[in-house]
């Protein structure tokens, strides 16, 4: 036996019906950090919970460091040396960085000396770890990389020797991404033990030393980082093939579709949120829009599609104007598969059947005059779900209840199926696992050989380059003139990203 | 009358109606900074006002009544609690049914005792022994009793009985309240219950522990400011006594925006407004007297809507508020 940090033996946990984690078996080194990849749903977040004492397992049992790990108390979890980021960070947004810090870990009944024993302690782990934080900055106000930061200084603060963290970059830009992995590589040589959960690839390839990948509650293979490739861990998440990359005819472009011209918005704030873009989409293409996130990406499709009205320029649709609301510009066949599924494509509450007609509740086929036509809805939804496999094909359940992947195939069918002459694509696979990502990008493609103009932005830059024909990229509100996807890379794209292109705005004047 | 003398009797009422609002208001603090919508403040203020001027009317003690009315007021936040956090009921739903509950009760329960329409007797007669109210920790009776020469000196009668020892606790109450709140480790915990409720679990404190703690002392401090309702400002219960003071409670700790010292702001100018209530409708001159008294009745009420919607701002209520703790599946 080597030193051992983590020792899962034959964990079981079911939900009802659901067998969430089967029979797992783990060993992770001490120092080292080691992956845990799976598809969405696979059981990843339930054996980190079960480890974190969240759950109980129905059965099995875990050592760490060589000792027994008692069930059912954070508490206990805690103690043995192990601390959890979360993915939704449970930080309280009013209270200071301090005040979450010391959080379960107080000391003492008064606050006062704790307080101040811990902000030494923590001016002590951010020099060493290179974590720096003002702990008196109230958590609401800071960005969410910087929020991360205080979930490991809350871990390691309480003495954790083993870190594990559930999809850390989900709500990272790529820069704070990239600093996350600088800390998790200073905390490995001080001798932490990191556990990784994800669903990215190139994380994993990226950081770890071992990876063990989950596939339907059961683990499927333990690898040597060094001696595997992307391409052999998908097809253990998944059990067969993928492509990543994406197959596809080149485009034959006809006509402009949509054309912005030196297009302003100021939102109601009075920030300049969008800066003489300028582009055409053609009906059968794809042009991809790159850019860190938060570089405009989601005020131009807020404005392409209604959300919100240019403050300058000029938007037109096979040479009409654009119109002025969602409704009106839906009426001009300008389909929206928007950024934020959860929030702006579904109703997460209601049924899939009343979710999957949002946005067309008031069409012909739908409603007869006032009134729902419930059950023509219900079977036009059934015969959808089948068509675009979304899984259960039940349009009776309620949205939330989804995955993630079949949320965003609910939205797709809605727009795909009324077949738009403009479909707009906001992030079409973020929190979606690769078996549906594959189906997500076909459809995509389907669309544009159909005769489609379609605009996708996505943070993914693969995405961007396997699936547009032309390509731009954004930087803080403005857009970069556009390169032919099959004569860049990734490295050309970084720098129109990074804002090295020739910026003026409306007025002429140099940015 | 000259101004001086308007602008004291004024205060001196303002200071006899804010006691109970801040025993309530306080009651407030914690139960929603621990995630609880308290909206039975008012019924468990009223519950209070009975038992205590009952209690204190059969055992003789004032102080048994306060006790008594503590007792109650925490069985009937626990009820709250058993709806909300344990059957995770709705929180508005649960505090109205305390609410209903309070106004029949003491009613049906009151005239079955005493005959009086649901009135208690009233308290300390001409051969009271000056136990049985709460306005003074020692009676004026036992001072003299002690020292004859004090009823020549009633300034100093009044201080040494401590006249009036329940105001004083009602402002010690909003610095505890602060106190524990701010300064110690079940306040930290308390307030990121009503926050962020999973930080809690995952600290591995318990948020069910947290909130039942919360709605106790909600109760005990609810009895308090029943208790000195009916056996302290006045000398019985009358039903319907508290006249909605809970929910203007539950106003103040909206105004002063979930914190102790400002929520107290509030109890005192919405305080204030009932003692100018009392006083216009007491006018008996000039042009005053045209104006129907439902007017001056209704003022407060209407300030208080003016006040709330104009000058408090956005208030932010803690996140977790009025929603109950299920841990989550993935």
Redesign the interface.
């Known amino acids: 036996m080597t030193n051992l940090a983590i020792e899962l033996n034959s964990i079981s946990k079911s939900f009802g019906p659901v067998q969430a984690n089967k029979d797992i078996d783990l060993a992770v080194e001490t120092g080292t950090i080691h992956g845990i990849v799976g598809e969405n749903g696979a059981g990843k977040s339930t054996l980190m919970s079960i480890l974190y004492g969240f759950y109980v397992p129905d059965e099995g049992s875990i050592n760490v460091f060589g000792e027994p790990l008692e069930f059912n108390s954070s508490q206990k979890a805690i103690e043995a040396g192990i601390g959890m980021v979360h993915q939704h960070f449970m930080l309280g947004e009013p209270f200071t960085v301090l005040e979450n810090i010391i959080l379960g870990a107080e000391g003492g009944f008064l606050l006062g000396g704790a307080m101040s024993k811990a902000r030494k302690a923590l001016l002590d782990l951010s020099e060493r770890y290179g974590l720096s934080v003002d702990p008196d900055a109230v958590i609401g106000t800071l960005p969410v990389g910087v929020q991360q930061r205080v979930e490991i200084l809350k871990a390691l603060y309480r003495g954790a020797k083993v870190l594990i963290l559930d999809e850390p970059t989900g709500v990272l830009t790529p820069q704070e991404a990239d600093a996350l992995f600088d800390i998790l590589r200073s905390l490995k040589e001080q001798g932490t033990t990191i556990l990784l959960i994800t669903h990215k690839l190139h994380e994993i390839m990226d950081v770890t030393d071992r990876v063990s990948v989950i596939r339907r509650g059961e683990m499927v293979g333990h690898r040597e980082t060094a001696a595997t490739s992307p391409e052999e861990l998908a097809e253990l998440m998944v059990g067969r093939k993928v492509l990543l990359e994406v197959d596809k005819a080149p485009a034959q472009p006809k006509d402009v579709a949509l054309s912005v011209r030196n297009l302003d918005y100021v939102d109601e704030r009075g920030i300049q949120r969008l800066s003489n873009v300028s582009f055409d989409v053609k009906a059968g293409e794809i042009l991809g829009v790159a850019g860190v996130s938060g570089n405009g990406q989601a005020y131009l499709l807020e404005v392409l599609s209604g959300m919100h009205t240019a403050t300058g320029g000029a938007i037109t649709i096979n040479g009409e104007p654009l119109a002025s609301t969602p409704d009106t510009v839906r009426g001009q066949s300008i389909g929206h598969v928007p950024e934020d599924r959860q929030h702006m494509g579904l109703v997460t509450s209601f049924p899939a059947w009343e979710s999957g007609i949002l946005g067309f509740q008031a069409s012909a086929l739908y409603c007869n005059g006032g009134a729902m036509k419930t059950k023509a809805i219900k079977d036009a939804m059934g015969a959808l779900m089948e068509k675009f496999d979304v899984r259960p094909p039940n349009p009776l359940l309620g949205t939330a209840k989804f995955s993630g992947g079949n949320q965003q195939k609910i939205v797709l069918a809605r727009e795909i199926d009324k077949a738009p002459d403009v479909l707009l694509v906001g992030q079409p696979t973020r929190g979606v696992d690769i078996g549906a990502i594959e189906f997500i990008h076909r459809q995509i493609i389907a669309m544009r050989d159909a005769g489609a103009a379609i605009l996708l932005v996505s943070v993914e830059l693969e995405e961007v380059l396997s699936l547009s024909d032309r390509v731009v990229a954004m930087f803080d509100g403005f857009c970069s003139p556009d390169r032919i996807t099959a004569e860049t890379d990734e490295r050309s794209l970084g720098l129109l990203m990074a804002g090295e292109f020739e910026r003026t705005t409306s007025e002429g004047m140099a940015a | 009358m000259d101004f001086l003398e308007l602008l004291l009797s004024l205060a001196q009422s303002t200071l006899r109606f804010t006691p109970i609002l801040i025993f309530a208001a306080m009651a407030g603090v914690f139960s929603e900074r621990a995630g609880i919508v308290d909206i039975g403040l008012e019924g468990k203020l009223l519950i209070g006002a009975f038992v205590s001027a009952t209690v204190a009317h059969y055992v003789g003690f004032g102080l048994a009544g306060m006790l008594a009315a503590m007792g109650a007021c925490i069985v009937f936040g626990w009820l709250h609690g058993l709806a909300t956090i344990t059957f995770r009921g709705d929180h508005v739903i649960s505090g109205l049914a305390i609410n209903f509950l309070a106004v029949g009760l003491t009613k049906t329960i009151g005239h079955a005792l005493f005959a009086k329409g649901g009135d208690t007797p009233n308290l300390g007669g001409p051969d009271s022994t000056g136990w049985e109210r709460l306005q003074a920790l020692i009676p004026k009776q036992v001072w003299l009793d002690i020292a004859p020469g004090l009823s020549e000196n009633p300034l100093l009668l009044s201080i040494v009985s401590i006249h009036g020892w329940l105001i004083i606790l009602a402002f010690v109450t909003v610095f505890g309240t602060w106190w524990v709140l ?8 308390l ?2 219950v009503g ?2 409720p ?8 318990s948020v069910t522990a947290y909130r039942f703690a919360a709605v106790t002392i909600a109760g005990a401090l609810c009895g308090i400011g029943g208790a000195y309702l009916s056996t302290s400002n006045i000398a019985s219960f009358t039903p319907g006594m508290s006249a909605d003071m809970g929910y203007l409670a539950l106003a103040a700790v909206i105004f002063g925006k979930w914190r102790p010292f400002q929520a107290m702001l509030g109890c005192l100018l919405f305080g204030f407004l009932f003692a100018v209530k009392d006083r216009l409708d007491g006018a008996s001159q000039g042009i005053l007297t045209q104006i129907p008294s439902q007017f001056f009745e209704a003022l407060p009420y209407i300030l208080v809507v003016v006040v709330l919607a104009g000058f408090v701002g956005t208030a ?1 209520a803690p ?1 977790a508020v009025g929603r109950p703790y299920v ?1 989550e ?2």
């Open positions: 701010m300064q110690t480790r079940f306040g930290l915990r307030r990121f926050e962020e999973q930080a809690i679990d995952t600290a591995g404190a932010r996140k841990k599946r993935e």
